[in-house]
């Protein structure tokens, strides 16, 4: 049974740090694309970044602010999120996918950790 915990989440002032984990168990992930979206109240889920084999990619709201890292011998993934706006204040979702199937469909998601940011 695969499974994403995600971790890190939590109350930071503007312009503070946070650095969101998410831990993948229950399969090798090494073919899978590994990702973060994030939900705001009221708002639509939106990507932030993923790693693949073949790059990284970022959400131009986030680039330069964020960045994404995996270690695949633990099959874990990381989002350190500096500088951080009010505007980031979001539900943040680990997901990942098999290669091919990116971005098309996502097939497992985590269960969501919280980030606030107050100005």
């Known amino acids: 049974q695969v499974q994403l915990v995600e971790s890190g989440g939590g109350v930071v002032q503007a312009g503070g740090s946070l650095r969101l984990s998410c831990a993948a168990s229950?399969?090798?992930?090494?073919?899978?694309?590994m990702a973060w979206f994030r939900q705001a109240p009221g708002k639509e889920r939106e990507f932030v970044a993923s790693?693949?084999?073949?790059?990284?990619d970022y959400a131009d709201s986030v680039k330069g602010r964020f960045t994404i890292s995996r270690d695949y011998t633990k099959n874990t993934v990381y989002l350190q999120m500096n500088s951080l706006k009010p505007e980031d204040t979001a539900v943040y979702y680990c997901?990942?996918?098999?290669?091919?199937?990116?971005?098309?469909?996502?097939?497992?998601w985590g269960q969501g950790t919280q980030v606030t940011v107050s100005s």
């Open positions: 997901a990942t996918t098999y290669g091919s199937r990116w971005p098309t469909s996502i097939d497992y």
């Open positions: 229950g399969r090798t992930f090494s073919s899978y694309v």
């Open positions: 790693s693949r084999w073949s790059g990284i």
